[in-house]
């Protein structure tokens, strides 16, 4: 009897040292990290080009307005409003009547300055040789002296004088200064002009033109690099125009201007672009589309695995052990739907691309490995 109690005795020990066991190993088992599931991707490099567009205007790298500058009446216009010129080619023709009368007379008081000038030369000569032997007074060959001085001052005059008449004359046609484009006449034929009045057109030129835009002053160093780099895509500066289609021409950047502005805080720069069909027209706004540091070969991940916290970016890394850490990373462009990371990540590393919200530092997770979403 006293066997039978121990034996009964003894089972009860082992059944609640057994029931104990399982108990903690429930336990444990509810205190080990649940790993969370997640999706993921590797990261990967990818060919990209990113832009940066700034408003801009077209400028024509030469204008002018062309003003009379004589008075008189126009008499002849030469050319068509709105009509492509060369270099040296008649505008406008002014009155030409007075001008050309005061260029001859000019040109008369020039001639006759010219035979006084020779008659009083031989005069003195002949006077020289007679004083060398007494034949006449010393005086007399002063006074002719003298008046060969005269003479050559009248000489002087009266050529300047032609010179004045002949510039005249040669305002009364108005000829274009460079090769362009001339706007609409603002005269007609008939009109009375004076000196500087009034504007009689405007002359722009077509090829190259220019193309002005605006840059904050935290980006000049980038844009010193671009005027001395040789580094540079072909493509580095385009333009977009209304409708958003792209100008066929590349540009070159040529100028930066040489203060920031005060109220401002921009600089100003300008780019060259050829214009053989005049597509791009004085005075037309457009965006300058300038490739930034992020273009070539680059880390590019999907934005929706980016996370925000207190001005910075990062991500979850995933290691070799599925555990997550946070990456704080250097952000570039946004390309669509992903962004460029100028630095934090490397090639073939795992990151979380969807269950973002579940995660913490350090956290276990059971990764879904999805294809590219580049």
């Not at 001395?228 to 333009?239: A, E, R």
């Not at 695995?305 to 850490?325: K, W």
């Not at 250097?330 to 919200?357: D, M, W």
Request: hydrophobic residues 40%; contains cysteine; aromatic residues 6%.
């Amino acid at each position: 009897m006293k066997t039978q109690y121990t034996l009964m005795t003894l089972a009860i020990v082992l059944l609640g040292i057994s029931a104990c066991s399982d108990n903690q190993a429930a336990v444990q088992q509810q205190m080990a990290p649940t790993a969370v599931a997640v999706k993921a991707i590797t990261v990967e490099r990818k060919q990209v080009s990113a832009i940066d567009e700034y408003p801009a205007s077209v400028v024509p790298k030469n204008e002018v307005e062309l003003r009379p500058q004589i008075s008189g009446t126009i008499t002849n216009i030469f050319i068509q409003d709105g009509q492509t010129i060369k270099k040296g080619q008649k505008l406008y023709e002014i009155d030409r009547s007075k001008y050309l009368a005061a260029k001859q007379q000019a040109e008369a008081a020039v001639a006759i300055a010219e035979s006084n000038l020779a008659r009083i030369t031989k005069d003195l000569e002949r006077y020289v040789r007679l004083s060398e032997k007494d034949a006449i007074a010393k005086q007399q060959v002063d006074y002719a002296k003298a008046d060969l001085l005269s003479t050559q001052s009248q000489l002087a005059s009266a050529k300047a004088q032609l010179e004045s008449a002949a510039t005249d004359l040669s305002y009364t046609i108005v000829t274009a200064p460079f090769d362009g484009t001339i706007g609409i006449s603002q005269v007609r034929l008939g009109a009375q002009v004076s000196p500087g009045q009034p504007l009689l057109n405007t002359l722009s030129s077509d090829n190259p033109i220019l193309v002005n835009f605006s840059i904050s002053e935290r980006e000049i160093p980038r844009f010193n690099r671009l005027m001395k780099g040789t580094d540079t895509p072909d493509s580095l500066f385009t333009i977009s125009l209304h409708g958003g289609s792209i100008y066929p021409f590349v540009g070159e950047l040529v100028t930066i201007d040489r203060a920031v502005g005060r109220q401002t805080g921009t600089i100003n720069l300008r780019v060259k672009f050829d214009n053989p069909n005049r597509d791009l027209i004085s005075g037309m706004t457009v965006s300058m589309r300038v490739i930034n540091q992020d273009y070539g070969q680059q880390v590019v991940i999907p934005y929706k695995a980016v996370t925000e916290q207190m001005g910075e970016y990062f991500v979850y890394v995933i290691d070799d052990e599925n555990t997550v850490t946070q990456r704080t990373l250097e952000l570039g462009s946004l390309l669509g739907g992903n962004v460029a990371v100028r630095s934090g990540l490397k090639p073939g590393e795992k990151i979380v691309f969807e269950g973002i919200q579940k995660l913490r530092q350090g956290a276990k997770v059971a990764p879904e490995m999805l294809p590219s979403q580049l």
